[in-house]
């Protein structure tokens, strides 16, 4: 159970993406936290749902955030979504022989519309129109994506979706656990949802 514990999950649509994931930290069986970070903004209109050993999580995404923050000083403009995540998958591939205990999807809103890729711990990168899920729960997660996602589906109810996908990881995954955590990003930018908001997408 030690690995790629919890689940994150990303669900995208014309209007933008939303990110979600639970906030368990375990090794073996033992839980460690019940405030572990895994939603991250790496710029106003990009944001990151990574699993795994929160140690590399949180060593990972700053290094990203630092790329992002460095390309901002020398081009004077934000990265591009698709640029931000080869970097991603580039420095995972340059620790494949000692990789980085995590897995996840970095996501933003640019000006031709919404982007989704998924990162592999050694660097694999794809591109996934509708959505993704990451972690111990990713399986459990999947069916619930798969089966609540229709083509057309607006930002508000990709949302519920990514949410609920999560309650149900919780549910059924020992390694998936505590509170549901629930961002969006569209043309406005990268925002997290307060947990009143949160609660009402799990109650609804």
Same mark, same amino acid.
């Given at each position: ?15 933008? =993406? ?19 970070? /895994? #939603? ?6 990009? &944001? ?5 050993? +929160? ?7 700053? #290094?990203?955030?630092? %790329? ?7 081009? %004077?403009?934000?990265?591009?979504? /698709?640029? =931000? ?17 995590? %897995? ?8 031709? &519309? ?11 990168? #794809? ?10 729960? +990713? ?16 930002? +508000? ?9 999560? /309650? ?28 009143? %908001? ?7």
């Amino acid at each position: 159970m030690y690995g790629f514990t919890g689940t994150v999950v990303g669900v995208c649509c014309g209007e933008g =993406i939303a990110l979600a994931s639970d906030s368990r930290g375990t090794a073996y069986y033992h839980v460690l936290s019940k405030s572990v970070q /895994k #939603l991250f903004k790496l710029e106003e209109n990009i &944001g990151a749902a990574i699993a795994g050993s +929160a140690g590399d999580i949180q060593s990972f995404v700053k #290094l990203v955030q630092s %790329e992002a923050n460095l390309y901002r000083l020398n081009r %004077e403009h934000a990265i591009s979504t /698709k640029s =931000i995540a080869q970097v991603a998958a580039n420095m995972l591939h340059g620790r494949r022989y000692y990789p980085y205990i995590l %897995e996840g999807m970095i996501s933003g809103y640019d000006e031709d &519309g919404p982007h989704l890729f998924f990162l592999d711990p050694v660097g694999g990168k #794809l591109e996934e129109r509708k959505f993704a899920a990451a972690g111990s729960g +990713a399986n459990v997660a999947y069916g619930a994506l798969e089966s609540g996602y229709t083509d057309g589906i607006k930002l +508000a109810d990709a949302t519920k979706l990514a949410a609920q996908t999560i /309650k149900n990881s919780i549910e059924r995954d020992a390694a998936t656990g505590d509170r549901t955590v629930v961002a969006v990003i569209d043309k406005k930018g990268y925002r997290e949802l307060s947990e009143e %908001e949160v609660n009402k997408l799990l109650k609804s």
